[in-house]
């Protein structure tokens, strides 16, 4: 590894303007976090438009730090309100709203700051020794193992929809479909364009993440509140820094859970949401105050914010180096990039190393920052939650149909839009898993091309799975994650528990 | 409430027919295989149709258990009614945006939206509001990120 590279990195980081949109990005991506209902996909979906006048270097700069802002932030409106602002924040709510109930907010806050930061500079240590072998192991990949890949990664995304496994195949093939939509690149033929020069090159699947998203999403919280739900800002915050004790019975979740969420995070489909999860139940598991979990535990807190933030380092790897989004953001994150002139790829960390030891070095200061804006700024974050929903949810409309507009110009888009916020809304009504539509409908393209590039150089579809000792095992990991379920509930039923670890 | 929770397989299996209806209607390539350009898609309807099917009679047998409280409050008549206006607005800035141009336009689509949400008594808020986001939005992308977005007239 050549070190003057990561160095020269830093250094690029640091520039002025760098910096102002990694602040700007840290700041923006905390306040969308701490908003009830805007999650790290919506924050980055909708800001999406931002980025079109910057260089490639400030414009990923800003989305990752809009990203981890925004996971910042979802722990912080589940502190403070018992609402998380996405998945990866919900085991933030089982022991922060205790400690916020005790009148502990400003400790829970500032040690899950601490937890987050020290799980993301762990996370970022892996992706330095580990991207680089990944990418040099990626060029071995052919269109078969491509192809393998893809389907291993749509397979894993819907095993990990617990319980709504049927329904995640549906949002799959509906995300595939949509993808088939445009020219296709192979033989010219255009399909399912209806004469519309607009979908020749097929639907901007990023105006469908911010249909599904952003105005999904709208309409969502124009749903009368349930209970609890109601935002009350009139606990009391305490102290701002936590104390002696709380920070000893802290370090060994918070240095067990990283590298756990790490690793999740780099596995496709299992995103900061499972290890966060994972993480808040191993502690339980290990630990020795069990019955104060879910009353205040600060454990209970600091892992699922140490894992959760090394995720969102983890899922990184895999999204740049072989172009695989494991998680909803991410795939937005893929789609973005894509639109600015960056491939990710094997390639892309021979071709542009600069680029990507920037934006390693701008997570890390991006780190630090998080934890003086979340830290020293508790007091005016909180007044972000006092904004009503009536003003925010027009603003995130017209911001929608800004980004919406200016990916095609056209306003064809904004009927594209209105559909799948509608869709977007029925999904999470009747709970249907968003994820694998989304990841179907950006890799879609790119797995029908492998595929048939591979049947050609095969000669049979079905060899594509026997094409090379790396397809073979994407095959069987992809049967392995298909039959998971089968298999957790067969050993549910010979345990005779009937339920899984209590969380 | 059972109509609701039906709604979504029965889009799918509809969408999956109508998929395979414009699949039956594709051109055959004129380069390498004829039928390349079908089988992809092909797949993709199979898959759909039978795991709608399948996610439709999951459903079906759902039949009397207790709804969620999403789905509870989706039914509202209030809730319907915003979220039907909030679509019929969003529709109508679509066909205002290409006449009228970006500013008019979304200042239209904000006051209207803000009042209605708001109500007339917070009136001053919903003018501002409108003002600050749609002329700061306009120079933001107009003038500092040089995206063009249509003046008046589209």
């Given amino acids: 590894m050549e070190w003057s590279i990561i160095i020269d990195g830093l250094f690029t980081a640091l520039e002025p303007m760098n910096m102002v949109w990694l602040i700007f990005g840290a700041l923006l991506g905390t306040i969308v976090g701490i908003l009830p209902g805007l999650g790290p996909a919506t924050g980055v979906a909708v800001l999406i438009p931002l980025t079109f006048g910057m260089n490639p270097v400030s414009a990923l700069i800003l989305m990752s730090s809009i990203y981890y802002g925004a996971l910042f932030g979802g722990s912080r409106s589940s502190i403070l309100i018992n609402t998380p602002g996405d998945g990866s924040s919900i085991a933030a709510t089982f022991d922060g709203y205790p400690m916020t109930l005790k009148g502990q907010a400003g400790q829970a806050m500032s040690i899950a700051a601490m937890a987050s930061l020290f799980g993301g500079i762990m996370a970022i240590f892996g992706f330095i020794f580990l991207a680089i072998p990944l990418a040099q192991f990626a060029l071995n990949f052919g269109p078969a193992e491509y192809f393998m890949l893809f389907l291993f990664t749509l397979s894993a995304v819907v095993a990990l929809s617990t319980g709504k496994m049927i329904k995640g195949f549906v949002a799959m093939f509906a995300g595939l479909a949509i993808s088939t939509v445009g020219i296709d690149l192979q033989s010219g033929v255009h399909r399912f364009t209806f004469g519309v020069p607009h979908f020749t090159d097929g639907i901007n699947f990023i105006v469908i993440i911010i249909g599904i998203y952003a105005l999904g999403e709208v309409l969502y919280n124009m749903f009368p509140k349930k209970k609890g739900q109601q935002p009350k800002n009139d606990q009391a915050i305490g102290s701002k820094w936590f104390t002696k004790e709380q920070w000893k019975r802290s370090l060994g979740p918070i240095f067990r859970s990283g590298p756990l969420g790490f690793f999740l995070g780099v596995l496709p489909g299992s995103g900061g949401t499972i290890s966060s999860l994972l993480a808040y139940s191993t502690e339980k598991q290990l630990s020795k105050r069990k019955d104060e979990f879910g009353k205040g535990a600060v454990e209970g807190l600091v892992a699922p914010e140490s894992a959760n933030s090394s995720a969102a380092v983890g899922s990184l790897i895999p999204m740049l180096t072989m172009g695989i989004p494991g998680s909803g953001t991410t795939a937005v994150m893929l789609g973005a990039l894509v639109m600015i002139g960056i491939t990710p790829g094997p390639l892309l960390f021979e071709n542009s190393p600069d680029l990507v030891w920037t934006l390693i070095n701008s997570m890390f200061i991006g780190n630090l920052i998080l934890v003086i804006i979340n830290i020293l700024m508790v007091g005016m974050l909180i007044k972000v939650l006092r904004t009503p929903a009536n003003v925010l949810y027009p603003i995130v409309l017209v911001l929608s149909f800004i980004g919406a507009y200016t990916l095609g110009y056209s306003t064809i888009d904004f009927y594209l839009l209105i559909i799948a916020g509608l869709i977007g809304l029925l999904m999470r009504v009747l709970d249907y898993p968003v994820a694998p539509l989304i990841l179907a409908l950006i890799v879609g393209g790119e797995m029908e091309q492998n595929m048939r590039r591979a049947s050609i150089i095969y000669e049979s579809p079905q060899a594509i799975f026997f094409a090379s000792p790396i397809a073979t095992t994407l095959f069987f990991l992809t049967l392995l994650s298909l039959s998971y379920p089968l298999i957790l509930k067969l050993f549910k039923w010979r345990k005779g528990t009937g339920t899984g670890a209590s969380m | ?154």
């Fill in chain 2, 1 to 154: 409430m059972q109509v609701v929770r039906l709604s979504m397989p029965l889009f799918f299996i509809v969408l999956s027919v109508a998929y395979a209806l414009l699949i039956l209607q594709l051109p055959q390539a004129t380069l390498g295989d004829p039928l390349a350009p079908i089988y992809f898609p092909l797949a993709i309807c199979i898959g759909l149709f039978l795991f709608a099917i399948i996610d439709l009679i999951q459903v079906m047998k759902e039949k009397g258990e207790k709804d969620t409280e999403d789905l509870q409050l989706l039914v509202q008549k209030s809730t319907l009614i915003t979220i039907g206006v909030i679509i019929l607005l969003c529709l109508a800035y679509t066909l205002l945006f290409d006449y009228a141009g970006f500013l008019l336009s979304t200042v239209v689509f904000l006051v209207v939206l803000l009042f209605y949400l708001n109500g007339l008594k917070k009136w001053r808020m919903n003018v501002l509001v409108t003002g600050i986001v749609s002329f700061s939005t306009w120079f933001i992308f107009s003038h500092l990120l040089e995206i063009s977005l249509p003046g008046f007239g589209g």
